[in-house]
Nanobody
């Protein structure tokens, strides 16, 4: 019921910047948290940042605090991750995530949706 499409990944040099976009569609009214996760090569998927729908509360991994702010454009139904001062260790597949609370016959269920990911490579 929620579809996520990431874009904006690519190859950048260390110290460069990149903005990732995640376009949402479907039952977007039910989304309560949006976020970005990443999976570096050879490692497990990890949190980058999240932003709550209700109060815009953000949560960041220590590795990106102050460097990769997450934002949301409600008019475009899109969440962004503006990355700057990129480091080789930022290289990963970045995934958009949506947590959605959906009602089903009076019962609420929380669903987790994922995009297919976009590759970010930081290399000289």
């Amino acid at each position: 019921q929620v579809q996520l499409v990431e874009s904006g990944g690519g190859l950048v040099q260390p110290g460069g910047s990149l903005r990732l976009s995640c376009a949402t569609s479907g039952s977007i009214f039910s989304i309560n948290v949006m976020g970005w996760y990443r999976q570096p090569p050879g490692k497990e998927r990890e949190l980058v940042a999240t932003i709550a729908t209700v109060d815009s509360t953000t949560n960041y991994a220590d590795s990106v605090k102050g460097r990769c702010p997450i934002s949301r454009d409600n008019a475009k139904n899109t969440v962004y991750l503006q990355m700057s001062s990129l480091k080789p260790e930022d290289t990963a597949v970045y995934y958009c995530n949506a947590r959605s609370l959906e009602m089903d016959y009076g019962l609420g269920y929380e669903y987790y949706y994922w995009g297919q990911g976009t590759q970010v490579t930081v290399s000289s």
